[in-house]
Structures are given as C-alpha cells and as structure tokens.
C-alpha cells in the first residue's frame, strides 16, 4: 500500500460558489474567527515545533499583499492565504517562534492535510505574484472571488490561476525500469522521465512523446496511476506506468544528462538503503549506484508501487 | 470498443528539441517545401470537400500573422501554423475552393488526426491571441522556439502555452449515471459533470470536490478513463467514473439548471433515437426525455463505454 502523495490532501471547503459574492468575501475579511497563513517567496510559516502551519488573525498582520480565500474549515471559519513577502522579517516574527519553512520541506515534515494547504497556498499566492497584468492588453488587473480570478478593467479579459499539467512515467519492461537524470541532480540520483503536456495533447499522447524525445524510446499501455499537485511554481503531475515497446535508451533531446535502465532488485536495494530521516533529494554520492528520489516526489510513489507489485 | 476521443491524434513530430534552434525556425521557414495550416478566430481553412486541412505554401499567405511551428511531417517537410484572421476573405480565398470551417464541426468531419492537428493549431495560435502582454511586467513579449514560448524583453520573464486541466465524470450508482444540464444547452441535453482543476488538488480530489459543489453527491472510487484536449480556448479534459456514496443529487451552486439521474435504458435509448448525421448539440427537443452529448465530446465516450460495459 503506497501513501498518498505529498500536497494533495487540501481537504478544506472550498467555498467554490460562495466566493463569488463579494459582500461574503468581504464579511469573512472582517471575521475575528477568520484566519490566515503567511507565504513569502522562501516558504511558509510554520510554528516552533515544524509540524503546524501557523493560523495568524487577519489583524496580526501589518500591511497585508495579496490575500486569498482558501476555503472554510470545519468549525466554519474562513482560511485566507496571505503574501507576507514586504512584513516578514526573520527577527520579529508575525508569530511568537513562527519561522518560515521551504515548500518541499514542509511536504517532507507536514501531516498530509497540512502538507495539503501550504501547497494550495504557495500556488495561489504564487500565481497573483507572477500574473499582476492583464496578458491581452497589459494593464494591472483586479483582484476578485477571493483571489481565484483576475479582472482586467481596461479589456475586460476574466484570468484564472494557471496549474501546468506534467506526465510523468515509468517506462517498464518486465523487470526493469527506465530512468533518467537531470545535469544538476546530486551525483547518483535517477528519477522518472517527465515533461509539460502540450497543446492539444492527450495524456496518453503526452507520455509517448516525452519518453521518445527525452530517450528515444517507443512505449505502449500508458496506463494512469496517480496525480500529485507539484506547487513549484504550478504543475499537476500526472503519474503513469507504460510499457516499453522498443529503442535503444539513449539522451536524446539534451535535456537530460543520462537514461538507464535499472532492474526490480537495484531499486529495491537503493531504497532498503537509506537512512531515516535522510532526504536524498539534497544529497549525492559519487559511489553510490542508484539514488532514488524522496518520498516526498510521485516518482518515488510509482517507484515504490511498482516495487509492491502495483504495476 | 469505444473509438479515440476526438481532438487527441495530431500525430506529428512536434521537434520539440530542434525547435528550440532559431537558426533551424528560420530555415524552415525559408524552405519551399514547408507546408502551412491557416486559422481564424472562426475555425481553420480546409479543402472545397470539407474533409482536408488546407496546407498551404508559406508564401501564398500574404501579411502573416502569428506563425507557429507544428512540427515535422513524415515526409520531412516542415508544418506551420499561420493566423489569417487580417487577410483571410471568404470571396477570395487564400486557395481555391478554400473555406473555413468551425473547430467542433472540424472535429466532427474531419478524420481523427486532422481533428488533432487542428486543435492543435487552434489551441496554440488561439493562445498567442490572448497573451500577448508579460503578465509579469505588462510588456509586449517576442515569440521564441517556433511560438511555443514568448519572453519578454523588459522582465525575462518566459511564458508557456496554457492548458487548463479539467475533470468529468460519470458518477455511477448500479445502474444508473448522475448527469447535467447546463442553462444554455438545447431543451432535453444533458451532460456529464465537469469542472476546472483548481490550484494544488489531485485529479480525484477535483473530481470529489466538482460533484460536491454541483450536484451535492459525495463520490468515492474516482477512476481515470482517459483525456481529450478541447481547444475552446485551451483545455485538457480528463475523463473519470466514481462510485455514488452518498447524499441527494439537487442543483448545489447554481452553474447547472439541473442535475439528474437517468438509467442506463434510458441513455441507451436515446442513443439509438439518434438520426445518422444529426449533431444533438446543435438541437433541441423540448419532447425528448434525454438528449445525449455528441460523439465528438468525451462525455460522450465515456456513456459509451459505459453503455459497453467498460466502467
């Protein structure tokens, strides 16, 4: 049984309809039950222990950027999300002991849920961070539904956030499995190929592609496992398993720097030997054969499904 | 055996590595054998039969607007993409016999590669009408790598095509299918339910979470069938059945004017009460119990499948 992947699990309400009446928003905005989390462009605040997001009042924050409407949590007060890059100052914390967290850590070191929600956040106020203008005309849009839209007042043009979907994939053949390695990796490590869908592709036809621009092989049965949220800045990752259909393995278009094929028992051993607690992803070792991405990647997911007898 | 969904099939070799060589763009462009679909914010040019794309001789189209590169045909030849929206006459068109025909019908008419190479051309050349503006910074961007990237010169900012993930699904009970009606649909459609993936969920977590909102039913099970892009502008629809389990099916947020369930006699029926060559989206049928989506919608492949059995 693999886990879930790391930033899904944003169960919250997302009030979907209701945050399209301003007045709502606009009360919630005024709520003293209401609460925020704090994003800057280095992560999200945490509390002392790491393991909570800090739920701040609106009113604990001075000189608010960007605020969004998360959703409304079960007891049925408001969540925003707030860009607190201008006020964040590491000395004098919005929060007593709050520190900020990297994204990628704190899907290593949240509970599912929470893990969930800095992700959802980090996308959301990412989006507005890198979309103020109007891409018909140029002009600065408007904020509106609690910062799931973007209105242009000069042409009208309505802008939602963007959300990349990327196939990524186990290329199979019996007992082995392809993988490759990006030039700025540590030393070792090897993953699943990977790449953004195109225009007017289907997932299917997306796979086929990549595997065959990335390493020059032909694949068949793509066959859909599991999808992760991969909020660096705005990707879906859509995993999949294919079966290998013919090629030789080489590098094919540059983007990577080797391709490989490695048997059911190398993965297996390359997992068995790591050590807890150790994030492989920051890690390299020269003499070490295969290193595999974290549990914290969907790579790691179908890698560890595939060792299950998943696929 | 439910057939491709239409609009995937555009089978060609995008170049995605050689694209990315100016040089090469541009030699392309010059050579006498490169080929050019033709498109206006109407539909793409196609042959006096209607069941061709028109590929014309980069220099029979006079003023060129936006020209992207489609990629590499089998015969080596070079396929471009041009919007004509500013020369293109319908009384003296750029071939002869030459007209343009909407993107739907294109898809209904034309054979499933053709449909596939005019999405992609649509969603692409329809994606630079709308982003001609840095997001970031306001600027006019240039185009780059064939159209399939725009910089901007003030921020270096790099922007990508857009494609807008989307769930549908058919939520089964036994035998019965939970379905939709939008306000603006002909009298008797109805639909599967369907609905923007939203920053960092999971495909099935959108799944839940649409049903949820429109049609107040919890589902569990959520299980892909397979995608299609759906180039209106620019979306990637990804097909799923989920089990019901749960709550009762009433109109929750206000974008359907009816939400219902029919059994799988009734849907079969009124699929056989379709007339050969009749587009059931164009129609309405204030008499009719059940007007079922086109073929040319996933909606419909997946009633299909499930009419065969498949879910």
Do not use: K
Not at 108 to 134: I, M
Request: charged letters at 25%; a negative charge; hydrophobic letters at 40%.
């Amino acid at each position: 049984m693999v886990p879930p992947n790391t930033f899904a699990g944003a169960s919250l309400d997302r009030a979907g309809a209701r945050r399209r009446d301003e007045a709502w928003v606009q009360a919630r905005l005024r709520d003293p039950a209401s609460r925020a989390l704090a994003v800057t462009r280095e992560g999200i605040l945490v509390d002392r222990d790491g393991r909570t997001l800090t739920r701040l009042p609106l009113d604990a924050i001075p000189a608010r950027g960007t605020t969004v409407l998360l959703g409304v949590e079960t007891d049925g007060s408001a969540l925003f999300g707030v860009d607190v890059e201008h006020v964040h100052d590491a000395a004098r914390p919005l929060a007593p002991g709050a520190r900020v967290l990297g994204l990628r850590a704190a899907g290593a070191l949240l509970p599912q849920e929470l893990g969930g929600l800095a992700a959802y956040v980090s996308a959301l106020l990412g989006w507005h961070r890198t979309h103020p203008h109007c891409s018909r005309c140029g002009a600065i849009t408007d904020v509106h539904e609690g910062g799931h839209v973007r209105r242009c007042p000069v042409c009208r043009a309505e802008h939602h956030p963007r959300t990349d979907p990327v196939v990524i994939m186990l290329v199979l053949d019996g007992e082995r499995v392809l993988l490759g390695r990006q030039p700025s990796w540590p030393a070792g490590r090897y993953s699943a190929l990977a790449g953004f869908v195109e225009a007017a592709e289907s997932l299917e036809e997306a796979v086929a592609r990549e595997v065959l621009e990335e390493a020059g092989v032909q694949v068949r049965d793509a066959r859909y496992v599991s999808s992760q949220p991969w909020p660096f800045p705005s990707s879906l990752m859509l995993g999949f398993t294919a079966r290998y259909a013919g090629g030789e393995a080489v590098v094919n278009d540059g983007e990577l720097d080797d391709v490989r094929w490695f048997t059911r028992d190398q993965v297996r051993a390359a997992a068995a030997a790591e050590r807890d607690g150790e994030d492989p992803w920051e890690r390299g070792d020269a003499n070490a054969e295969l290193l595999l991405p974290p549990p914290v990647a969907i790579a790691r997911r179908l890698l560890d499904g595939w060792l299950a007898g998943d696929a």
